[in-house]
């Protein structure tokens, strides 16, 4: 599985077989984590590894009551150190790039948990207090992402994503320049003109053969537009 496929078909998971990890698998996933960016490189983290039944469910008690979250083999999590980012970058870095580097942490963590057959769900719904006294973390950390993980016992659908006219903004798309309007218009010819999904489908024809029929329809119909247009041009070159 690359990169790509990983990112794609990765999918949030509520229900796990009782099987035990391996540790190695625990291992490249901690290494994933760990390799994330941090502002500075300051890598301002600590993973709470909890495997006790009794904290795990006391965990997912202080996650809102989901029950579901205590059958996971393993939870980890993550807790970010806000002093250490206050010391370099003060109030910024304490409230705010210390919630970014742990987010990143997740993410590679997620997705190195499915590109080796094991799955997870971003738990953000909790009580601080609650997870910070059942895993006696103290006042130098502070929880920013709980993580059960475990092999799936279920098989979730696609969910549904904005398109990508909805989300990309090109410089000569904002609106008065505030950044406000922004409907991409011609949506193949721009995002092919920035040589943008041009890479992405090069890069990923043998990824997209295993994705869902829509995800298939949508890069051959991408394709066939970027084809029509290149003959377009090279039409209008000759006259």
């Known amino acids: 599985m690359d990169a790509i496929e990983c990112i794609m078909t990765r999918r949030s998971i509520r229900k796990f077989m009782d099987v035990e990890i391996e540790r190695t698998k625990l291992g490249i996933i901690f290494e994933a984590g760990a390799k994330a960016p941090s502002s500075g490189n300051i890598q301002n983290w600590k993973f709470f590894y909890v495997t006790q039944m009794d904290l795990k469910q006391k965990i997912a008690d ?82 920013q992402v709980v993580l059960p993980l475990g092999y799936p016992d279920e098989t979730v659908p696609e969910p549904l994503k904005l398109r990508i006219e909805n989300l990309v903004i090109f410089e000569d798309q904002r609106a008065g320049g505030n950044g406000g309007g922004g409907r991409i218009k ?54």
């Open 62 to 143: 202080a996650c809102v009551q989901q029950g579901w979250i205590a059958t996971a083999p393993v939870i980890i999590v993550i807790a970010s150190e806000p002093d250490k980012a206050s010391q370099f970058y003060g109030v910024r870095g304490e409230r705010l790039y210390s919630i970014q580097n742990c987010a990143a942490v997740a993410e590679n963590m997620l997705l190195a948990a499915h590109a080796q057959g094991l799955s997870s769900c971003w738990i953000s719904a909790f009580n601080e207090e609650s997870i910070n006294k059942t895993l006696n973390m103290g006042h130098r950390y502070r929880p």
């Open 186 to 239: 011609d949506l193949d010819w721009a995002v092919w003109h920035y040589n943008v999904l041009g890479r992405t489908i090069d890069n990923t024809q043998d990824s997209a053969k295993k994705l869902s029929k829509a995800g298939r329809r949508f890069f051959d119909l991408m394709r066939e537009r970027f084809n029509k247009k290149k003959n377009d041009e090279k039409e209008n070159q000759n006259k």
